[in-house]
Structure formats: C-alpha cells, structure tokens
C-alpha cells in the first residue's frame, strides 16, 4: 500500500486533489465570445456587401461607362443625367416613400416595400426607354434600358411564386452588358458575384438555387436581347 511520509498515513497517499472546471469553462466562455464576435464581423460584412451592390447603384456605374462609350462628352452628360433619373433615383425614391408610409400598418412592410422597389424599377426603366427613344439616343442605351426593364419584368412574375434573387440579377446584367461593350473584359463584373451570392444567402434573404438563377436568367435573358437587337 502507497504511505504518505509526509502525513504518516496510507491512506492519504490514495487521496488525489479535484480538477478544477473553472479553467475549462473560462475558456469555453472565451472561445463562445470569439464565435459570436466572428458572427457578428460576417454579419456586417454582408450587410455591406449587399448595401454597395444594390442593383440600382451598380445599373447607375454601367449606364455611365455605357453613355461614355457611345456618346459625345456633351451629350454624355445629359444622357448620364436622364439614365440615373430613371435606374436608380426614381426606383429607390419609391421604396423610400412606400417604407415611410405602410411601415406603420403593415408587418411585412419590408417584403412589400420589395416588392414596391421592382415594380417601380420596372415601370421606370420602360419609361426611360419610351424617353430615351424619343430623344434619338444612341441605339446602345435605349436597348440597355429596354433589357433591364424586361429583366426586372421576368424577376417580378417569377417572384410570384418563387423568390428569385434580384441581387444577383443586378450583377449578372451588367457583366452581359459590359461584355457586349467592351469585350471580355467586361466580364471581370462578374466578380462581384460570390461574394453577393455568399451576403445574400448569409444574410437568409434568398437560398444559394434562388441566388444562382437570379444570376444565369437575367443573364442569358440580357444576352439575347442585346444579341437580337442590336446584332
């Protein structure tokens, strides 16, 4: 039997000291914080992802780089002026002043203000397109213009029974319409992509099938419209 010198008994040399647990649960409660605050870095991450790609300011960036490609420096101004007006500040105009008005009656306010937003940007672009045409505008924007609102169009009846991402949509045109412009590089919008596809099924908005088929629609629909019209 194991004999303890310093206490003189066998017995004592058979007692072991108890393990603290309060190391190991401080470092579980450290190692929780530091998940939750990576949560929380990703969360903020793809809210601003999914805030600067927004469809009306990307459409804003390629009807600039669209206007400056087919038209004078005089003309590009006005064009550039008229193009804004109706793909982004007409639209988000509307949104805004849906939220304001249903926010306070109705609980879903932020779906129908959605639904609002791609409405409204669907009636504006076929707007923009009648004006657009009236004014003799290079044939290049009227029919960028023209597709957007057919898009946005398609994106509304799908969304009648199933949530197809307009997010990835407001990529997916640009890289078509940019391609078409200016050659393969103006695929490299097509970057932008991922990381819209990872925010928006991160942030649960839309699944990745919803996220991708709001992508290869609008893009192949875009593709043919510029290809039948202007080919």
Same mark, same amino acid.
């Given at each position: 039997?194991?004999?303890?010198?310093?206490?003189?008994?066998?017995?004592?040399?058979?007692?072991?000291?108890?393990?603290?647990?309060?190391?190991?649960?401080?470092?579980?409660?450290?190692?929780?914080?530091?998940?939750?605050?990576?949560? @929380?870095?990703?969360? +903020?991450?793809?809210?601003?992802?999914?805030?600067?790609?927004?469809?009306?300011?990307?459409?804003?960036?390629?009807?600039?780089?669209?206007?400056?490609?087919?038209?004078? +420096?005089?003309?590009?101004?006005?064009?550039?002026?008229?193009?804004?007006? /109706?793909?982004?500040?007409?639209?988000?105009?509307?949104?805004?002043?849906? =939220?304001?008005?249903?926010?306070?009656?109705?609980?879903?306010?932020?779906?129908?203000?959605?639904?609002?937003?791609?409405?409204?940007?669907?009636?504006?672009? /076929?707007?923009?397109?009648?004006?657009?045409?009236? =004014? +003799?505008?290079?044939?290049?924007?009227?029919?960028?213009?023209?597709?957007?609102?057919?898009?946005?169009?398609?994106?509304?009846?799908?969304?009648? @029974?199933?949530?197809?991402?307009?997010?990835?949509?407001?990529?997916?045109?640009?890289?078509?319409?940019?391609? /078409?412009?200016?050659?393969?590089? %103006?695929?490299?919008? %097509?970057?932008?992509?991922?990381?819209?596809?990872?925010? +928006?099924?991160?942030?649960?908005?839309?699944?990745?099938?919803?996220?991708?088929?709001?992508?290869?629609?609008?893009?192949?629909?875009?593709?043919?419209?510029?290809?039948?019209?202007?080919?």
């Amino acid at each position: 039997m194991p004999f303890d010198e310093r206490s003189g008994s066998p017995a004592a040399a058979q007692i072991k000291p108890k393990k603290s647990r309060r190391f190991d649960v401080n470092r579980a409660a450290v190692h929780g914080s530091d998940i939750a605050q990576a949560g @929380r870095e990703r969360q +903020r991450w793809a809210t601003a992802i999914s805030n600067v790609t927004s469809p009306s300011i990307i459409a804003l960036f390629t009807f600039v780089l669209v206007n400056y490609a087919v038209s004078s +420096r005089l003309s590009f101004v006005g064009l550039t002026v008229l193009t804004t007006l /109706f793909a982004a500040v007409v639209p988000l105009w509307i949104l805004l002043a849906w =939220i304001r008005t249903r926010a306070r009656y109705a609980d879903n306010a932020a779906e129908a203000g959605r639904w609002c937003w791609v409405a409204a940007s669907t009636v504006s672009y /076929f707007f923009g397109t009648a004006v657009l045409l009236l =004014i +003799r505008a290079p044939p290049l924007i009227a029919v960028v213009a023209f597709g957007y609102g057919t898009c946005m169009l398609v994106m509304l009846i799908i969304n009648l @029974r199933w949530k197809i991402s307009v997010h990835t949509m407001g990529i997916a045109v640009p890289t078509a319409v940019l391609a /078409f412009v200016f050659g393969a590089w %103006g695929l490299t919008c %097509g970057l932008l992509l991922p990381p819209v596809i990872w925010s +928006r099924v991160y942030l649960k908005k839309h699944t990745i099938a919803q996220a991708l088929a709001g992508a290869l629609v609008s893009f192949v629909l875009m593709a043919l419209i510029l290809v039948l019209l202007l080919s």
